[in-house]
């Protein structure tokens, strides 16, 4: 049992984007850079969902 910890449970929905090729190697390699500085394994869903998420702020 955790006591004060919160989690927050974020549902995912399955979408298609076309992206622009200049941006998707941009993402790509920010995917590249976050796997050579982690332990373990770093998805192009979760890059492209931090970067909007970063810029929607």
């Known amino acids: 049992m955790k006591i004060g910890v919160k989690e927050t449970i974020v549902m995912a929905e399955r979408l298609t984007i076309m992206l ?9 390699t920010l995917q590249a ?18 970067v909007l998420e970063k ?3």
């Open 33 to 50: 850079k976050r796997i050579k500085e982690s332990a373990s394994t770093v998805s192009f869903s979760r890059i492209v969902n931090e």
């Open 55 to 57: 810029g929607l702020k």
């Open 20 to 28: 622009n090729s200049e941006i998707a190697k941009k993402l790509r």
